[in-house]
């Protein structure tokens, strides 16, 4: 299927920036490209559920920031790449149409969905409650957090206070985990978690490499690719925590939440689903059926 690629203005400039100090290519060099199933067929029912405007433009719009590999993340072209690309084009065959994306900050995807300007955001949005008030989820895989420090260190989650722990910009681990950890450090006398944000998971991954951040905390799926691909410099810590579930946003209220749905449904039904996810050894946290805003606080 033909991919036709946009990146705004700005994002574009942060890309370029990005460019001469990461590596987001697979990781830091672990993660190899997937390959999309072929010969996808679209979905009658599916189709029939878009609303009118997004079935005769022939194109879903969709965003992702491209820097959370093995999920997403860009190819040696600057495309984006990665299983959560995969199967979100996956979609766009069941659906008819040809999948337009752009990739964009992690923070501006859910705001352009509000206003109308993509239909779908693929870039391993936790459904939460919070985010539930301005778009919907589509659901499609149940994944926890997990922290990773330097191999050798003696570093535990559940006792970081004082500790300097990266972390991405806007992710649940940035707005709730980490704060929640500080908070309760500072309740209790102890030193504050100093949190480290950088835009991309390659930067929270080197910070650690090179001793910027005693650890970091990202979603396990992402965790155990960046461990898989330092060559036994990280190492797992603690135990996986707070399973819940991934989901496609969409523009809330809109009708294209059911479409997606239905969509997804299809690629479970025929097995595509499943395919995807082993590939990337990620069929653990595969769901049994498609839903929509099941994520809880």
């Given amino acids: 299927m033909k991919i036709r690629y946009a990146i705004p203005a700005l ?23 997937p390959a999309a199933p072929e010969g996808i067929q679209a979905d009658s029912a599916a189709v029939a559920l878009l609303p009118a405007e997004v079935k005769d433009s022939g194109a879903l719009r969709l965003g992702t920031d491209a820097e959370y590999p093995p999920n997403e993340y860009k190819d040696a072209n600057g495309d984006p790449t990665g299983w959560g690309v995969t199967l979100a084009e996956a979609v766009s ?35 939460n409650v919070e985010r539930q008030k301005t778009v919907d989820f589509v659901n499609y895989l149940n994944a926890g957090s997990q922290w990773a420090a330097a191999a050798g260190a003696t570093v535990d989650p559940e006792n970081a206070c004082g500790l300097t722990v990266a972390v991405q910009q806007g992710t649940v681990q940035h707005t709730d985990e980490l704060p929640a950890r500080s908070d309760a450090c500072v309740e209790a006398g102890e030193d504050a978690i100093e949190i480290l944000p950088f835009d991309g998971q390659p930067e929270v991954t080197n910070a650690v490499v090179n001793g910027q951040a005693d650890a970091f905390s990202a979603d396990s799926p992402v965790t155990g690719d960046a461990v898989a691909s330092t060559d036994g410099q990280l190492e797992l810590v603690g135990e996986l925590f707070d399973a819940a579930p991934y989901g496609f946003a969409v523009q809330k209220d809109s009708g294209m939440a059911e479409a997606v749905q239905a969509a997804l449904q299809s690629l479970i039904d025929d097995g595509t689903y499943l395919e995807i996810l082993t590939a990337a050894g990620i069929e653990s946290g595969a769901v049994e059926s498609a839903t929509i805003n099941v994520g809880a606080e």
């Fill in 93 to 127: 065959s069941k659906l008819g149409l040809e999948p337009e994306w752009e990739i964009l900050g992690f923070d501006s995807i859910l705001p352009r969905i509000e206003e109308g300007a993509l239909d779908v955001g693929a870039s391993s949005f936790t459904d």
């Fill in 11 to 33: 994002a574009a400039a942060a890309a370029l920036a990005l460019a001469g100090c990461t590596n987001t290519e697979g990781g830091n060099g672990g993660t190899t490209e």
